[in-house]
């Protein structure tokens, strides 16, 4: 279709350039006849066809220039705005937006032309670009309240230690917010160390085959002393399945998202870890009785250092990168997390993951 499209773009052009001359050689015809009959003079057959082709072709080509200074500036005009946009774009100004003019433009030509692909491009890759920086700036501003806060924190208290006239129980009070400070930057800086050898692809991925069944059983109990602590019933139903992943990853998966519910989980709540096969796929659920997330949030829960409730976070310890790190890992073994939750109605997290790897 593509090679029938292009045979009948040439066929178009060939046939207007006919035309062209066809319509130059016609008015040379009636003008030279004109003359003729003014003049009196009557040139011999063959002198008469060469005069006619050749004032014909004159005005053939006096025609083309006229269109070529009318389609010129246009042209110019259209290199002026698409070098503009590169200059800004290379400047850091991501706002660009080339508007194309080719062809037919409620048509299908204009989106077929060569040049508007061109402009289309280079309009995406402003807009992504622009999407990125405004995530840098935001991430960078993410960080930087993250390490400030405890940082501001541990600055107060040391101050405040410098008084002698603490007693000791307000003393060891400073004491412990300043180790809890302490282990808060200690586990950001490991997060963000985490995802930066996540994002760059450098992390060792060694993929083998285990019981996945066994594993959510070791990470749930693991974590019993947090929620026997909270009288957290824990409801278990996995069946064993063999599983082709980086065992060491997924730990981290499973570890993130339990520490989560039983995080967010009320005293004398519950938490069920259901894992099944549905096809070459297992899914493994993790669902709490918590206090739910807002429909307004969910769309933006992986999203890095966002939290749903930053009150609630921010005692718990939690920094927004937990979900984001969950999410990275479950991308690279060619899995998906959901999440589905309503105020008051509890949270649940669904990944689903290939049996095999997907090669």
């Known amino acids: 279709m593509k090679r029938l499209a292009d045979v009948m773009h040439v066929a178009m052009n060939v046939l207007l350039v006919l035309a062209g001359l066809l319509l130059g050689l016609t008015a040379s015809f009636f003008l030279t006849a004109v003359i003729y009959a003014k003049t009196g003079w009557e040139p011999h057959g063959l002198l008469a066809l060469i005069i006619n082709a050749t004032f ?26 698409l070098m503009e946009a590169i200059r800004r774009i290379s400047r850091g100004d991501f706002h660009v937006n080339i508007q194309p003019h080719f062809g037919d433009r409620n048509g299908s030509k204009q989106k077929k032309h060569p040049l508007h692909q061109l402009v289309i491009g280079i309009n995406d890759m402003a807009a992504n670009l622009k999407e990125m920086e405004e995530l840098r700036q935001e991430f960078i501003s993410n ?26 129980q307000q003393r060891q009070r400073y004491l412990t917010i300043i180790e809890e400070e302490c282990a808060r930057l200690s586990k950001l800086s490991d997060n963000l160390l985490k995802l930066a050898v996540l994002d760059s692809e450098q992390h060792p991925f060694q993929r083998s085959a285990y019981r996945l069944d066994k594993q959510l059983t070791a990470v749930i109990l693991a ?10 019933e824990m409801d278990v139903d996995a069946q064993a399945i063999m599983i082709a992943a980086d065992e060491m990853l997924m730990s981290q998966v499973w570890m993130n998202l339990i520490h989560n519910a039983i995080k967010f989980t009320p005293d004398g709540g519950s938490i069920s870890v259901a894992m099944s096969r549905s096809g070459d796929s297992v899914l493994v659920c993790i669902a709490d009785s918590g206090a739910g997330i807002a429909e307004a949030d969910l769309p933006r829960i992986f999203e890095r250092f966002y939290k ?6 921010r005692t718990a310890g939690g920094s927004g990168l937990g979900l984001s790190i969950v999410q990275k890992i479950v991308e690279m073994h060619q899995g998906s997390i959901a999440v ?5 109605a509890g949270t649940q997290f669904t990944v689903t993951l290939p049996l095999e790897s997907k090669r």
């Open 56 to 81: 014909g072709f004159l005005l053939f080509g006096f025609g083309l220039a006229i269109l070529g200074r009318l389609i010129r500036p246009k042209e110019h005009q259209f290199w002026t705005e």
């Open 143 to 168: 960080v930087s309240h993250e390490i400030g806060t405890p940082l501001t924190s541990i600055s107060g208290f040391a101050k405040a230690l410098k008084n002698e006239q603490l007693d000791q």
């Open 223 to 232: 974590c019993e002393p947090q929620w026997a602590e909270k009288n957290i």
């Open 308 to 313: 749903a409730d930053k009150s609630r976070t």
């Open 340 to 344: 589905s939750s309503k105020p008051g």
